[in-house]
């Protein structure tokens, strides 16, 4: 794999574009929402025609939740159902959750059905890295890591080339028995901080180290940053292209697919 990119709207709704532009799109591997502007499920056929010569797979969020999701029901609240922590202050409409509750994986696990029933060749798994928000909580590193091995048995079950992706929390692949239920890494603002800030040169040696490793048992790592200067954009790619990753550079809300390179 040497080219992938994600967009997670823009694609409209019922009198859009859809999925149909996507097909021209130059890239090996595409993420994109399970659904529609109008929050309504691609279809399969939608899905099958758009992913003919590359691999698309679909974004799903299990360390949070979302208001805008068809799960979601009125009157929840922080607190209802119990697995609903807190909000998120920097993204509206996003709560914290309790991640190794029951019911919040019961829920999380059919839209996972879904994604598979639209025909989605794998999943996109955001807020990994929600484990680092429960420092009160010792088991909550380990059981990360056994919600995303319980995702991918759950997926394996019904489709076992059904693809695992993680986004963020590379350090993971230290954890026993993790890199055995995931494919590939995908990893934010490696070199360019939401928007055009480079990040510090600490934080690119921790992540390029981690992602020697992920590479050493074979698996991909896909890297998002955020820029818009046309110089910082080219040194992001030669940079993560000299390391080895599998890069893109895209806009911060992610509504419109970059060219790549």
């Given at each position: 794999?040497?080219?992938?990119?994600i967009?997670?709207?823009?694609?409209?709704g019922?009198d859009?574009?859809?999925?149909?532009?996507?097909?021209?799109a130059?890239?090996g591997?595409l993420?994109?929402?399970?659904?529609?502007?109008?929050g309504?499920?691609?279809s399969?056929?939608?899905?099958?025609?758009?992913?003919?010569?590359?691999?698309?797979?679909?974004?799903?969020?299990?360390g949070?939740?979302?208001?805008?999701?068809r799960?979601?029901?009125?009157?929840?609240k922080?607190?209802q159902?119990?697995?609903?922590?807190?909000?998120?202050?920097?993204?509206?409409?996003?709560?914290?959750?309790?991640?190794?509750?029951?019911?919040?994986?019961?829920?999380?696990?059919a839209?996972?059905?879904?994604?598979?029933?639209?025909?989605?060749?794998g999943?996109y798994l955001?807020?990994?890295?929600?484990?680092?928000?429960?420092?009160?909580?010792?088991?909550?590193?380990?059981?990360?890591?056994?919600?995303?091995c319980?995702?991918a048995?759950?997926?394996?079950?019904?489709?076992?080339?059904?693809?695992?992706?993680?986004?963020?929390a590379?350090?993971?692949?230290?954890?026993?028995?993790?890199?055995?239920c995931?494919?590939?890494?995908?990893?934010?603002?490696?070199f360019?901080?939401?928007t055009?800030?480079?990040?510090?040169p600490?934080?690119?040696?921790?992540?390029?180290?981690?992602?020697k490793?992920?590479?050493?048992?074979?698996?991909?790592?896909?890297?998002?940053?955020?820029?818009?200067?046309?110089?910082?954009i080219?040194?992001t790619?030669?940079?993560?292209?000299?390391?080895g990753?599998v890069p893109?550079?895209?806009?911060?809300?992610?509504?419109?697919?970059t060219?790549?390179?």
């Amino acid at each position: 794999m040497r080219t992938w990119a994600i967009q997670l709207g823009g694609l409209g709704g019922a009198d859009g574009p859809r999925l149909a532009p996507l097909k021209r799109a130059p890239f090996g591997l595409l993420v994109i929402e399970p659904n529609d502007d109008d929050g309504q499920p691609w279809s399969r056929a939608e899905v099958e025609a758009a992913a003919q010569d590359k691999l698309l797979v679909a974004y799903l969020s299990v360390g949070a939740a979302e208001d805008y999701r068809r799960y979601w029901q009125p009157g929840w609240k922080p607190g209802q159902p119990e697995w609903i922590l807190k909000a998120d202050p920097d993204w509206p409409g996003n709560y914290d959750v309790a991640y190794w509750n029951p019911a919040w994986q019961k829920l999380a696990l059919a839209g996972l059905d879904t994604l598979i029933d639209q025909g989605f060749h794998g999943v996109y798994l955001d807020l990994i890295d929600a484990y680092m928000r429960r420092p009160e909580r010792p088991t909550a590193r380990a059981e990360m890591v056994r919600w995303v091995c319980k995702i991918a048995a759950h997926a394996h079950a019904r489709d076992p080339q059904f693809l695992i992706i993680p986004q963020n929390a590379p350090e993971l692949l230290l954890d026993p028995g993790y890199a055995a239920c995931v494919d590939a890494a995908a990893q934010e603002e490696t070199f360019v901080y939401a928007t055009d800030g480079v990040t510090e040169p600490e934080r690119q040696t921790e992540l390029l180290g981690s992602f020697k490793a992920w590479r050493k048992l074979g698996k991909p790592v896909l890297t998002l940053d955020y820029a818009s200067n046309p110089g910082l954009i080219s040194q992001t790619y030669s940079r993560a292209r000299a390391a080895g990753l599998v890069p893109y550079v895209s806009v911060r809300n992610l509504d419109v697919l970059t060219p790549g390179r």
